[in-house]
């Protein structure tokens, strides 16, 4: 059975720094390319940021690009997304997601039809 568990959610300020991780379970980590993806209330699921299976290649969103960073860790199983600079409309409840497939550049991975497995997401709130 496939698990995946993301954890480092929290309260925030302007300005500060987050790391979530998410720990999978139950598949070939390697062989799936790994996104995150994000959901205020009263919004659409929103794309964050991918990793390819290697982790050579990512993608992100406009508004992350610069601030966020996703990386990954095979012998671990996990993947991370690292939130510098926080600001409010980083608000959401952050999703991990694993892609089979993994083939296909922003357009593709960034549709979260793509994906294959979802965690069941952490809350960060960021607010002075």
């Known amino acids: 059975q496939v698990q995946l568990a993301e954890s480092g959610g929290g309260l925030m300020q302007p300005g500060e720094s987050l790391r979530l991780s998410c720990a999978a379970s139950g598949l070939t980590f390697s062989s799936y390319r790994m996104g995150w993806f994000r959901q205020a209330p009263g919004h659409e699921r929103e794309f964050v940021a991918a990793?390819?299976?290697?982790?050579?290649?990512?993608y992100y969103v406009d508004s992350v690009k610069g601030r966020f960073t996703i990386s990954r860790d095979n012998a671990k199983n996990t993947v991370y997304l690292q939130m510098n600079s926080l600001n409010p409309e980083d608000t959401a409840v952050y999703y991990c997601?694993?892609?089979?497939?993994?083939?296909?550049?922003?357009?593709?991975?960034?549709?979260?039809?793509?994906?294959?497995?979802w965690g069941p997401g952490t809350q960060v709130t960021v607010s002075s």
């Open positions: 997601a694993a892609d089979s497939d993994g083939t296909g550049g922003y357009d593709y991975t960034s549709k979260s039809t793509v994906y294959d497995h």
């Open positions: 990793i390819s299976r290697r982790g050579s290649r990512t």
